[in-house]
């Protein structure tokens, strides 16, 4: 199965600061990932899939590249609303794996 | 888009639960699906996919032989036939629509416990 390691596990951050959140593949999976937001109590919502397409209505802050084994996503300046859990999920073979989840919290 | 499961609940070790998935909004039979799950405070976990081309299942290592995912297209709806249950299969599931798990329902909750 792939395995996939996802960092920083959490990270502080202030409004309006640029982030990045990485995942690795412990082998390739082409542009196979997707990228999902979590906030207490809801179920997750997908921001973007093939690694790097945004999901319809997902503002443009956010963004995701890579491909192979090396993958990010990045928020380019952070608002309230954006605190929440992050995950990844690589869709490329099954059985598909998530991401140990990245919880980014207001500094 | 409408995503709503049933039947969590509260189930012994070695219990079995069916959940369903009832969907809306969208044409049924001709999307895959998909279930994943989240234990009590931890990490997201994908459990099953089925899709509509020849209606291959997929599952996850820890639930492969003891969780049937399954549909019934007349009724739009998804289930997740889950057998020999263990403590460490506590968790919400949620149910999505495409393989790739575009949209999620808002879950429900199963709980393993004597």
């Known amino acids: 199965d792939i395995q996939m390691t996802q960092s920083p596990f959490s990270l502080s951050a202030s409004v309006g600061d640029r982030v990045t959140i990485t995942c690795r593949a412990s082998q390739g999976i082409r542009n196979g990932l997707g990228w999902y937001q979590q906030k207490p109590g809801k179920a997750p919502k997908r921001l973007m899939y093939a690694a790097s397409i945004l999901e319809s209505g997902v503002p443009s802050r956010f963004s995701g590249s890579g491909s192979g084994t090396e993958f990010t996503l990045t928020i380019s300046s952070l608002q309230p609303e954006d605190f929440a859990t992050y995950y990844c999920l690589q869709h490329n073979s099954h059985p598909y794996t998530f991401g140990q989840g990245t919880k980014l919290e207001i500094k | 888009v409408q995503l709503l499961e049933s039947g969590g609940g509260l189930v012994q070790p070695g219990g079995s639960l069916r959940l369903s998935c009832a969907a809306s909004?969208?044409?049924?039979?001709?999307?895959?699906m998909s279930w994943a799950r989240q234990a009590p405070g931890k990490g997201l976990e994908w459990v099953s996919g089925l899709a509509v081309r020849g209606g291959t299942t997929f599952y996850a290592d820890s639930v492969r032989g003891r969780f049937t995912i399954s549909r019934d297209n007349s009724k739009n709806t998804l289930y997740l036939h889950m057998n020999s249950l263990r403590a460490e299969d506590t968790a919400v599931y949620y149910c999505?629509?495409?393989?790739?798990?575009?949209?999620w329902g808002p879950g429900t909750l199963v709980t393993v416990s004597s």
């Open positions: 909004g969208f044409t049924f039979a001709d999307n895959d």
């Open positions: 999505a629509k495409g393989g790739w798990l575009e949209i």
